[in-house]
């Protein structure tokens, strides 16, 4: 296992960022300093060919415009607040609403606009952050420290968070996959499977309607053993047809570190299992792209799906979900990992 570090640009702003990489028995994972961003994940498919299986741009200007989040750590929190606010302690705290009405991925200026501390520490690249309270809205001084490492075709982000005040916290990564490599056209022949008996219900503005899950059973969303992606995607059913696809948080099955969802390419042979300790999985299957990503590849609508590890979507605004909040001084940690075989 090697890591190496090479200059990867300068942002508009005149911060330097830098790609650092992975390598392990000729497979290696990519990521740049700006946004936290997985730029790159190299694995063998069935016939031991190398495959780019993750979306992404070839440059940091790229990255800079892009409003897609290619690969990166969405905070403070990821997914969306209801109309950009939320009570904590007795006190209002009002956000960007950067997805009308809404707060999205932790507004215009989230984790995935920042440029990050590196090191390399214990066989692992340590990117970490302070992000001063009041920025984007949010209380307290939060600190954030994710460490990637891979090895033997696993992936893991552990993300620690602690904070000098009550304040709210759901770092994410924003990984886009195609297990067929990341310039192979759409994902609807990958076969998906996810742990979890229910979802929660969104309504017209992709927000979850602040209710029970519901249960998956008899609907596209069923995916307890495996289906194509492509199979139920554009099924006369409401909560698919309202955002062109899946766009959905799943209330993974059990607690602790598990299994949460697998996948798998059907022309690569290429698997991938995520496993997590966080609550629920938001899938997204791109519904809506028109990008040109790495090497001129042609990213157009489902060229990739996202399985997002994380907190419930406006948790914070639902006491009936697992709470994001991060009490001063105490440190969470919270781990994704991707596996990949074939």
Known sequence: MSITKKPFGVTRGGEAVFEYTIEDGGAYVSVITYGAAVTKIVVPDRGGELRDVTLGYDKLE???ASGSVFGALCGRVANRIANGEFTLNGGKYALERNAFPHHLHGGAGGFHRRVWESEVRGG?????RVSPGGEEGYPGTLETSARFAFADGRLTIATDVRSDADTVA???????????????GNILRHRLKIGADAYCETDGTALVRGVAPAPVAGTPLDFRGFHEIGERIDADFPQTAQVRGYDHNFALNGSGMRAAAEAAGDVSGITLTVSTDLPGIQLYTANYMRERGKGGAEYNARAGFCLEAQYF?????????????????ETRTRTVSYAFSA
């Open 313 to 329: 979507p406006n948790a914070v605004n639902v006491p009936e979900y697992e709470s994001p909040v991060l009490r001063a001084g």
């Open 170 to 184: 759901n770092i994410v990564n924003h990984s886009y996959f195609n297990l067929n490599g990341h310039g192979a």
């Open 62 to 64: 790229e990255y800079e």
């Open 124 to 128: 692992a690249l340590i990117l970490s």
